[in-house]
T-cell receptor, first 112, second 110 residues
């Protein structure tokens, strides 16, 4: 069966510090991968999605970046965090040709 | 880009009352999905609708896809406290981009 792992679950980081969130999928190959951000009590904002290794589409210009160094690994990064980067970050995957999404447990990021 | 508008943003009901959330798009959708997110949790897939006019049921939940494939609804009959959470619709695109509505937060008073 397929599983998705996302870590860490919670993170408190000072303004200006770097960020690296990692997501890995097991039990499938060539998944489509997604990073979403959810502000408190708000909807899901699509940040990045990837249909293959080193193929990243950015939806919202900001100080975040994403990379996919391996088929089932998706990384969200920032060089310098802003207060506005606080939120609930969710990684998700879908099978090629089927857009039913499976989400990780999420990372709750607080920038202080 | 593709956008889906979801209403209402919030809905509070008494246990036993019905609940409906609506999702609308200005463009024709290839498919629509519905997810539920419990407080503090992550979204969980409920169902996908693909065909024009499609209606699917899951126990007390009824999902509809409009004839023009531009709108969809989720109806819950006789809500229970376990139905509490945020319900999202999501539109799938041909490029595998998955765009979510802003969600409807349902609270149920026992």
């Amino acid at each position: 069966s397929q599983t998705i792992h996302q870590w860490p679950a919670t993170l408190v980081q000072p303004v200006g510090s770097p960020l690296s969130l990692e997501c890995t999928v097991e039990g499938t190959s060539n998944p489509n991968l997604y990073w979403y951000r959810q502000a408190a009590g708000r909807g899901l904002q699509l940040l990045f999605y990837s249909i293959g290794i080193d193929q990243i589409s950015s939806e919202v210009p900001q100080n975040l970046s994403a990379s996919r160094p391996q088929d089932r690994q998706f990384i969200l990064s920032s060089k310098k965090l802003l207060l506005s980067d606080s939120g609930f970050y969710l990684c998700a995957w879908t099978r090629t040709g089927n857009t039913e999404a499976f989400f990780g447990q999420g990372t709750r990021l607080t920038v202080v | 880009g593709q956008q889906v508008m979801q209403i209402p943003q919030y809905q509070h009901v008494q246990e036993g009352e019905d609940f409906t959330t609506y999702c609308n798009s200005s463009t024709t959708l290839s498919n629509i999905q519905w997810y539920k997110q419990r407080p503090g949790g992550h979204p969980v897939f409920l169902i996908q609708l693909v065909k024009s006019g499609e209606v699917k049921k899951q126990k007390r939940l009824t999902f509809q896809f409009g004839e023009a494939k531009k709108n969809s609804s989720l109806h819950i009959t006789a809500t229970q406290t376990t139905d509490v959470g945020t319900y999202f619709c999501a539109a799938g695109g041909s490029n595998y981009k998955l765009t979510f509505g802003k969600g409807t937060l349902l609270t149920v008073n026992p």
